[in-house]
Antibody
């Protein structure tokens, strides 16, 4: 079974950007849709957006439209999420999660999470 | 956007008891495209139920899901010590995908 392994914790200044990576270990991203979900400290889950890897098509939550970019690299089986214009409200654990097939639906596999801290 | 409201916020029960968690949608969830997840502190969520009532691989049969339209339920028939956690519902029938705010099942 493919495992999703994320990049390490980040500390960023307000106004800057962060890129978080998610590597599919033991398989290829071509069979999946990858989403990014975040969780602020002590809060619930929030879907940011996703990509159907084989087509490269993306969907973003309107809240993040214009500020987030999700891409995949099929050669390295890696999905990246870049979030710009960071504020303290973006401090959260960011998870990548996969949906089987070519639709962003329920999430049957999750990465371990990446803590992004935004602080001056 | 479909808003999911879970109730109660916290459920205080003893091991062996039955847990009933509710998830209500602000509009009908098409084709019962609703999932449930369990999350323990410091861990990623784990898929329990998809399609409102189908158990994910490896999920014990004490977990069951039901419902359609706007009202969905997750039932845990006999709570085991490892079941005390936070549970989220999520709809994937329309975009954006949305989650409920979570129900914490705690030991009484």
């Amino acid at each position: 079974q493919v495992q999703l392994v994320q990049s390490g914790a980040e500390v960023k200044k307000p106004g800057s950007s962060v890129k978080v990576s998610c590597k599919a270990s033991g398989g290829t991203l071509n069979k999946f849709a990858i989403s990014w979900v975040r969780q602020a400290p002590g809060q619930g889950l929030e879907w940011i957006g996703g990509i159907v890897a084989i087509f490269g098509t993306t969907k973003y939550a309107q809240k993040f439209q214009g500020r987030v970019t999700i891409t995949t690299d099929q050669f390295t089986s890696t999905a990246d999420m870049e979030l710009s214009s960071l504020t303290s409200e973006d401090t959260a654990v960011y998870f990548c999660a996969s949906s089987s097939g070519y639709v962003i639906e329920y999430f049957n596999q999750w990465g371990q999470g990446t803590l992004v801290t935004v602080s001056s | 956007e479909i808003v999911l409201t879970q109730s109660p916020d916290t459920l205080s029960l003893s091991p062996g008891e039955r847990a009933t968690l509710s998830c209500r949608a602000s509009q009908s969830v098409s084709s019962s495209y609703l999932a449930w997840y369990q999350q323990k502190p410091g861990q990623a969520p784990r898929l329990l139920i998809y399609g409102a009532s189908s158990r994910a691989t490896g999920i014990p049969d004490r977990f069951s899901g039901s419902g359609s339209g706007t009202d969905f339920t997750l039932t845990i028939t006999r709570l085991e010590p490892e079941d005390f956690a936070v549970y989220y519902c999520q709809q994937y029938g329309s975009s954006p995908r949305t989650f409920g705010q979570g129900t914490k099942v705690e030991i009484k």
